[in-house]
């Protein structure tokens, strides 16, 4: 019997390692300012790059997804990230997606409408900034949960250029998002106004 003991082992420890790789889903709480996606990340890669949406949130393969860090190294590999998130209000909320990426060119973002059908929205630093779904400094995409809405969202990204792929995700109230630049912009200006005052006193 000792055999069928370790075989129900196996089982059951297999059973609890998919339990464990299956993302938590995540509250939008219209109060939190800013939600930290990073630790939630499940990721699939597609080393030719040749994945549409329709293959990488299929059921086939969105077992596949593995739970692992968003820092991806030097490869040009495309990776799928997806997240499941939640409107836990009874009215819709629009919140922001940050990727955290300045430097990749090639960012698509997939999120449902009202009707629950995916659409896809692109960033990259390819193209000019005034394409950028949103004008901020990191490719943020904006997108919308319904009331007591539950949704699956999307990010792909790949670098076919000499860069390695870090993306650090994350959900902002968009006040909140607009806000904290605008503070880090200020703070920039300040320090290069320093730098400017202290050059022109050592050339004076």
Request: glycine share 4%; charged share 15%.
């Amino acid at each position: 019997m000792g055999w069928l003991k370790a075989l129900l082992c196996a089982i059951a420890l297999q059973a609890a390692c998919m339990v464990q790789a299956q993302p938590a889903a995540l509250n939008l709480d219209p109060n939190t300012q800013r939600v930290d996606l990073s630790q939630i990340a499940n990721v699939l890669e597609d080393p030719e790059g040749q994945l549409d949406f329709a293959s990488a949130s299929s059921p086939a393969l969105t077992r596949q997804y593995e739970p692992r860090d968003s820092s991806f190294g030097f490869t040009t590999s495309a990776w799928w990230l997806r997240f499941q998130v939640v409107n836990p209000t009874d009215a819709a909320q629009v919140w922001w997606f940050d990727t955290g990426s300045r430097t990749l060119n090639e960012l698509d973002f997939y999120a449902p409408d009202a009707a629950g059908i995916y659409q896809r929205s692109s960033a990259s630093s390819d193209r000019v900034f005034a394409d950028r779904p949103v004008p901020t400094a990191n490719f943020v995409f904006p997108f919308r949960l319904e009331a007591r809405q539950t949704a699956w969202v999307y990010l792909r990204v790949r670098s076919t250029i000499f860069f390695g792929i870090t993306v650090r995700p994350a959900v902002w109230q968009p006040s909140a998002y607009l806000g904290t630049e605008q503070r880090e912009t200020a703070q920039w200006l300040l320090y290069l106004g320093m730098v400017l005052a202290l050059a022109l006193v050592n050339l004076a």
